[in-house]
């Protein structure tokens, strides 16, 4: 039996008022403070001499830290109840987005990068958990609309950059994304953390089960001959979804001059801002293992199109196939291995996520000696590998739910 619809308040207060400071956090901590270094990328390249390796470096740095800070709010759970962590994790972050144009330095850029990571891991830690819990009950598209903040704060920042590129200068679209993050603060100050975080085994924006799905068993099934291959499946998607996240924008930007690339950037915002939403809603007419392959089969040719043909029309394409997949891939990955039952499976699936992430950039660095299409070519086969990976998972996939005292019990979110 579904869960009715409700839109009446939670804890006192307005559900879509938590959504949209939630979503404000997301948008400053993961669109802004992550991904902003994707559209300035190229401008840094022109004018303040960055070197392509460098830039992959810089890239690994933010991959790095983040994967610190999501470690210490998983081992550090009074990390996540904190409204002063939460608070002062926005002031760091956009401390380093202002302090990025003040040096030449590379070491000072790679610590400051290493930093925005640790802030922005702890920001969305806090936020997810903070969202999951107080939105518990409400529709789930509720929460698919909260993580699309992180696609409405890199439009915004593609925006931005796209506005200031032809008039001003790379110090310039810092200062001005610094800004902006700011505002975004300003809007999620009130998002006040929980006494009682959401555990790491409850997959983020998530519906509930279809009623195929509900049937409890008290013998829980043998599961690995599905885990390893999501765990393989999900580990490569960060390898490959990190270098189009990354190098996108340069890679359309080499090809096109001027201001396409940045346009891209914002269709890639767009596609992301309600994918969360769309995928959860799909769950519930398609199995999501099937749900996941498809989404990975498209990102495949969202991440290679711009290499394999040149022009506007397939750079746009690709922005919004990878926007429309990156976020539903995790939220279908993280279900689907929670669904699984493993012990700590989604804290599996997010470390091998998060080790794919830092070796991308480092994967991806000797072919930039020759532009960035090798890069989006070997971001693209390795997003392949997760889709053959993830056939393992399709093929007699079961359909064996946990008690609803398990599904029910808080968890606290990875990204």
């Known amino acids: 039996m579904r869960t009715t619809t409700r839109s009446t308040s939670v804890h006192g207060r307005s559900p879509w008022l938590i959504v949209g400071q939630a979503a404000a956090a997301l948008a400053a901590g993961i669109g802004v403070g992550r991904f902003v270094y994707t559209p300035i990328l190229p401008l840094m390249h022109a004018q303040a001499g960055l070197s392509a390796e460098l830039g992959a470096s810089l890239a690994t740095a933010n991959y790095i830290g983040y994967l610190a800070g999501a470690l210490a709010g998983t081992f550090v759970p009074a990390l996540v109840r904190s409204v002063i962590v939460l608070r002062g994790s926005l002031v760091v972050l956009i401390a380093t987005l202002a302090l990025m144009p003040v040096t030449r330095d590379g070491a000072v ?5 290493l930093i925005a990571g640790v802030a922005s891991a702890l920001i969305f830690v ?6 999951l819990t107080r939105l518990r009950g409400q529709v789930q598209h509720l929460t698919g609309w909260a993580f699309g903040g992180v696609g409405a704060g890199i439009a915004l920042s593609g925006l931005l950059v796209l506005l200031l590129r032809s008039a001003t200068t790379w ?12 505002v975004l603060a300003v809007a999620a100050w009130g998002l006040t953390p929980v006494s009682q975080p959401a555990s790491t085994d409850q997959p983020a924006s998530t519906d ?12 829980r099934p043998r599961t690995r001959r599905w885990f390893w291959p999501l765990f393989g499946s999900y580990t490569f998607e960060g390898i490959g979804y990190i270098i ?3 190098f996108l924008v340069a890679a359309i930007e080499q090809g096109i001059p001027g201001p396409v690339g940045s346009g891209a950037w914002i269709l890639v915002g767009l596609a992301a801002l309600p994918s969360s939403a769309l995928w959860a809603w799909l769950a519930h007419r398609w199995s999501r293992p099937s749900l996941l392959f498809a989404a990975l089969t498209i990102q495949v040719i969202g991440v290679a199109l711009p290499a394999l043909l040149g022009g506007v029309a397939p750079a746009l394409i690709s922005a919004v196939l990878f926007g429309g997949t990156f976020m539903g891939v995790s939220t279908l990955s993280l279900a689907i291995g929670t669904h699984l039952q493993g012990p700590r499976a989604v804290s599996l699936l997010t470390a091998g996520y998060s080790a794919g992430q830092i070796l991308g950039p480092m994967l991806a660095a000797p072919l930039l000696q020759h532009g960035y299409r090798q890069a989006l070519l070997l971001g693209g086969a390795v997003v392949l590998a997760a889709v053959l990976a993830v056939i393992g998972v399709w093929i007699r996939f079961p359909q064996v739910q946990a008690p609803p005292a398990v599904l029910s019990s808080p968890t606290r979110t990875p990204d």
Do not use: E, N, Y
């Not at 110090?171 to 700011?182: R, Y």
């Open 171 to 182: 110090q310039a679209a810092w200062w001005s994304c610094a800004a902006l993050a700011a």
């Open 109 to 113: 850029w790679f610590g400051l990068r």
């Open 244 to 246: 189009a996240g990354t």
């Open 126 to 131: 806090i936020a997810v958990s903070s969202a």
């Open 208 to 219: 509930q089960p279809a009623s195929t799905d509900q049937a409890v068993s008290v013998d």
